[in-house]
């Protein structure tokens, strides 16, 4: 059932004593990380087979993305992703849920020891049934029972969150265990965030808590894709740092950037962070602006919650010093939110699969506490639909994307 172009168990079976390793490995990648993407870490993960842990499967649904992978938990409880894999986000419900079944069996069909639990981030407003009420960057979901289909198909128990919920409880679990208010903020297509208050996460009345991506920075700034002027997420997303480089290359102020887009044929934010690694004057002139817009939703968000630890975590998380270091200095030059509290602020740990991790993570958890679960899928969802399979014209009456 693997694809050709990945790297399976050599010895064809769950015996053997050899670390295992496999991960997706698309043509002409790196030998030791398996990415394309320059700028971007390295992915491999390597566990014993034989360790005796539970083997946990995580999917993390973003805008352009669906990652998933099988996550082994240890005996002192770090967890370690063994098996990865993505593909693109289908463009409809119907689509959708026949992707993300395929890639459950799948990564069951290839996991070292069976898989106990399902947990799945989704980018948008989840409710505490695991029903998404709004997703901007993923229309899709809104409505959906997602879990429904994936129980019945895998025969195992499924937990769906906020996709930067799941991010902030990996990095609660696995980077600061102690911390008192810890702030994920996720960016990727849009701008996620998570929040874990006094060791549990936090999620609000109806489950829809921490999300900052909307929350307006500039009155008149860009048009957002839910419709408003100035939100965070159109300033400051991973979305928004291509389209800065773009603007760049357009305006005559950036030719290396111009270049790249020649060679590759594309321009976002990979290739933002490579021209910054090659030390070239406009994408760092580009990456001061964006960083610069990152860093006041992030001081918002500092004045308002008061936490101990940020951790930022989608795909630009995985420029990692860059990315920390540049942020940093511009909440030091804000005195009001940064001068007189002590805040660490990191990217997460696995940087842009912290949220496969934390999304197994969550799954795990329901079955440490499965009266919660029970709670929150009992709780009333009005924009709740059933979708299967067969289901091809299930999205076809969802709301058309602002330009």
Known sequence: ???????????????????????????????????????????????????????????DLGGTKLAGGVVALDADGRARLVVEERVPTPDSSAALVRALVDLVAHLRSVS?????????????????????????????????DLAGPLREASGLPVRIDNDANVVALAAQRQLAPDARALVAVTFGTGIGGGLVLDGALWRGAAGLAGEPGHMVVAADGPLCRCGQRGCWEAVASGTALGEAARRAVADGEAPDLAARWAESGRLDGHSVVAGLRAREADAEAVWQGWTGWVAVGLANLIQLIDPDVIVLGGGVSASGELLASAV????????????????????????????????????????????????????????????????????????????
């Open 1 to 59: 059932m693997a694809p050709a172009n990945q790297v399976n168990n050599p010895a064809g079976s769950q015996a053997t004593t050899t670390p295992w390793r496999m991960i997706s490995q698309p043509a002409g990648a790196c030998g030791e990380c398996r990415s394309t993407e320059p700028g971007y870490g390295c992915r491999v993960r390597t566990v014993d087979p034989d360790a005796a842990s539970p083997h946990l499967i995580g999917l």
């Open 328 to 403: 940093t200095a511009h909440l030091e030059a804000m005195s009001v939110a940064w001068g007189h509290r002590r805040i660490d602020l990191r990217c997460a740990p696995g940087g842009p699969l912290a949220g496969v991790v934390g999304a197994a993570l969550i799954g795990w958890e329901d079955q440490a506490v499965p009266e919660r679960a029970a709670a929150d899928v009992a709780a009333p969802n009005p924009s709740r639909q059933n979708v299967t399979m067969s289901s091809a014209t299930a999205s076809a009456a969802r709301p058309p994307l602002q330009p």
């Open 112 to 144: 070292p020891h069976p898989p106990v639990a399902v947990g799945a981030g989704i980018a948008g407003h989840i409710g505490l049934d695991g029903i998404a009420v709004q997703a901007a960057n993923t229309p899709m979901v809104v409505g959906i």
